[in-house]
């Protein structure tokens, strides 16, 4: 069993909606945890991030931790064709700077106009 | 720099031969990462460097994979004999030497290796 799972999509949205990107995990350990957004052909870039459990919100973008059920969700709201994107879930059992990321596989989110 | 730099952008070499890719980090940071997107987006932790030194290299196929990261130097990740199943794009990160610093592993672009 992986440590992370993800459901790989993809996900095909009109614009305007409300998208809901979600993960679990199975170490009990895992603390932080991320969202990283990575267009076609680049390199990963943070999005989000939470401490331990509860919700976080950046404009758009909500970030929830449900350390009990080992469950996390990333919401976007009015969701725009940029938005099109593979995210990724990433999760660390510690906040060092020197820690590897445990990821997700990556849900393949497309916003149609 | 201010970006994560990775040389080549693509790389295509025959079965059984070798591959060398290569990471500058942003300067000022510390810890560099190598990970590994093979296809479906899975992404695997390869091997981390405090400096020049060995940091974590658990996720390393110790085989045909080595890495360095040497000083003044931009660091390496070289695969000896490739196999068609190393055919990746290869990420390379870097953090700054802080204890909140989890949020702060920057990527670079990314390699694309393809084994013919």
């Known amino acids: 069993q992986k440590e992370v799972e993800q459901d790989p999509g993809p996900l095909s949205v009109p614009e305007g909606a409300i998208v809901s990107l979600n993960c679990t995990y199975s170490n009990s350990a895992f603390q932080y945890f991320m969202w990283y957004r990575q267009y076609s052909r680049k390199g990963p870039e943070l999005l989000m991030y939470t401490y331990s459990s509860g919700n976080k919100e950046d404009g758009r973008f909500t970030a929830q931790v449900d350390k009990s059920s080992k469950y996390i969700s990333l919401f976007i709201r009015d969701s725009q064709p940029s938005d099109s994107a593979t995210y990724l879930c990433a999760m660390s059992a510690s906040s060092g700077g020197y820690n590897k990321l445990i990821f997700g596989a990556g849900t393949r989110l497309a916003v149609h106009p | 720099g201010e970006e994560v730099a990775q040389t080549p952008k693509h790389l295509v070499r025959g079965e059984g031969q070798k591959a060398k890719l290569y990471c500058a980090p942003i300067?000022?940071?510390?810890?560099v990462f190598w990970y590994q997107q093979v296809l479906k987006n899975e992404f695997k932790f390869l091997i981390s460097f405090q400096n020049e030194n060995v940091f974590d290299e658990t996720g390393m196929p110790k085989e045909r994979f080595s890495a360095k990261c040497l000083p003044n130097s931009p660091c390496s990740l070289e695969i000896q004999a490739t196999k068609l199943e190393d055919s990746a794009v290869y990420f390379c990160?870097?953090?700054?030497?802080?204890?909140?610093?989890?949020?702060?592993?920057?990527f670079g672009p990314g390699t694309r290796l393809t084994v013919t």
């Open positions: 300067k000022g940071h510390s810890y």
């Open positions: 990160a870097s953090s700054p030497p802080a204890q909140l610093a989890i949020y702060e592993q920057y």
